[in-house]
């Protein structure tokens, strides 16, 4: 009974706050992150899927992935560093279904410009 | 005295015997050319008086001339064209090397077609922005060649995963990424900055592909 969570607070992220995302081999090349790990799911209407390290650790985030945790590294992300970007929103958006609390999701259009400037906001915390 | 009149004689003769210019001239090629337009029907034109006497000559639709000249050489050398756009075609022995670096690394990037990728909820890359891609590169390289003598390095060719084709290029001090989107209707997008100054003189836009001097991208890349 105690398992069984309903749903939890959105709550605002500080701008001091730091969010986890995973980034797959593929997506890096001779130790640097390509432009394209950074896009939306689905294209048009989703966000870019990250984990507040409020309520997760970077290798909560990284065991969660698809491939297996040996295909992806961690990055750091500033909430302050990417709510600079132009037209980027960071948005608590806790997943019940994967019982995920720390979800959290950076919408708005990612063009060139933005995944240029998540580029250089993001730093490595767990590496390959 | 004697020897002067001579030569002078010799040359008279020479003269008098020498060639006609006029069988090498611009003047005989033209009415040569003019000749065969007139048999072709290109410049035939008949009075309306007297059209009725006439006979007219109807033109068959032929080859280019020197079509099957071309073609005879390109078998016998095992040279083929690179098809840049619907129109445009240019022999690969006609490639300059910097332009030759970059025409390898698109062919290289055909592979993202067969990708297997086994990133979350990837889209394959289609055949028509594949070739948006290489033709916009191949465009502006013959751009760059033609008018400045130079080329730009090859950029890296990946492809994004949502059906778009990244072109990315990092140099000492710049960087610059332009966006192949999936439909032709969508403008290619890019961005540049010079890494030291960030944004605040970057290049940035989406009617890249739409602007006849392109090309000025890539020299700002090169600064």
Same mark, same amino acid.
């Not at chain 2, 991208?217 to 600064?223: A, C, E, V």
């Given at each position: ?34 432009? +394209? ?28 992935? +698809? ?47 933005? +995944?240029?400037?998540?580029? +250089? ?8 | ?18 060639? *006609? ?96 990728? #086994? ?33 730009? #390095? ?26 192949? *989107? ?42």
């Amino acid at each position: 009974m105690a398992d069984a969570v309903v749903s939890w607070p959105i709550e605002e992220i500080p701008p001091e706050d730091h969010l986890w995302m995973r980034v797959h081999t593929k997506d890096i090349e001779d130790g640097e992150i390509l432009p +394209r790990a950074f896009r939306n799911r689905p294209p048009k209407t989703g966000g870019m899927s990250t984990d507040w390290a409020k309520y997760r650790t970077a290798q909560d985030t990284r065991n969660d992935g +698809r491939a297996g945790p040996e295909n992806y590294a961690v990055i750091r992300l500033n909430v302050g560093e990417v709510r600079v970007i132009p037209d980027q929103k960071v948005e608590h958006t806790p997943d019940v279904a994967k019982n995920n609390r720390a979800h959290t999701d950076v919408f708005g259009e990612k063009n060139p410009q933005t +995944r240029v400037l998540l580029i +250089r906001a993001a730093k490595f915390e767990l590496n390959l | 005295m004697v020897r002067t009149n001579f030569i002078l004689e010799r040359e008279a003769e020479k003269a008098a015997f020498k060639k *006609p210019r006029a069988a090498f001239s611009c003047s005989r090629k033209d009415r040569h050319v003019l000749l065969r337009d007139l048999l072709t029907g290109s410049v035939w034109t008949v009075s309306k008086k007297h059209d009725s006497l006439y006979t007219k000559l109807s033109k068959e639709p032929q080859e280019p001339y020197y079509e099957h000249l071309r073609s005879k050489a390109q078998r016998r050398s095992g040279c083929g064209h690179v098809k840049i756009s619907g129109h445009i075609k240019i022999p690969r022995w006609y490639f300059p090397a910097e332009i030759t670096a970059l025409r390898e690394a698109i062919n290289k990037s055909r592979s993202i077609l067969e990708e297997k990728d #086994d990133r979350d909820d990837v889209e394959n890359v289609s055949e028509s922005t594949w070739n948006r891609a290489q033709s916009f590169l191949m465009k502006n390289a013959l751009k760059m060649w033609r008018f400045h003598k130079t080329c730009f #390095d090859p950029p890296k060719i990946r492809a994004v995963g949502d059906g778009t084709i990244d072109l990315h290029w990092k140099s000492p001090t710049r960087e610059l990424l332009i966006n192949v *989107p999936v439909g032709s209707e969508e403008p290619i997008g890019y961005y540049g900055d010079d890494r030291a100054e960030g944004t605040k003189d970057a290049v940035r836009g989406k009617d890249l592909e739409s602007s006849p001097d392109a090309e000025w991208i890539f020299l700002w890349l090169m600064q």
